[in-house]
């Protein structure tokens, strides 16, 4: 229904910064909820943040203050800005339309570490 790619991952330097992207496909992308999600090793998948149609926010505690979801509905994408990372944060980030998921992406690995 929805085809979601990440990308923007990488290995950072705890106190850095990355954004991630997830292009998406789909006629009606602007009336999406979206999402960001994350799954380290042997953890279970989290929803770290989320954004509405109209521009809504909500994040998770653990990223709230460092990390920023964002929208451009005519590029049909889904950014996360992520500063200050810490490397509880490393995991595989995700994108999904929260209130209707798709099948998981691939995902991309964000791996915090010095």
């Known amino acids: 229904q929805v085809q979601l790619v990440e990308s923007g991952g990488g290995l950072v330097q705890p106190g850095g910064s990355l954004r991630l992207s997830c292009a998406t496909s789909?006629?009606?992308?602007?009336?999406?909820?979206m999402g960001w999600y994350r799954q380290a090793p042997g953890k279970e998948r989290e929803l770290v943040a989320r954004?509405?149609?109209?521009?809504?926010?909500n994040y998770a505690d653990s990223v709230k203050g460092r990390f920023t979801i964002s929208r451009d509905n005519a590029k049909n994408t889904v950014y996360l800005q992520m500063n200050s990372l810490k490397p509880e944060d490393t995991a595989v980030y995700y994108c999904?339309?929260?209130?209707?998921?798709?099948?998981w992406g691939k995902g991309t690995l964000v791996t915090v570490s010095s």
């Open positions: 954004i509405t149609g109209g521009g809504s926010t």
């Open positions: 789909g006629s009606i992308f602007s009336i999406y909820v």
């Open positions: 999904n339309v929260v209130s209707n998921m798709n099948s």
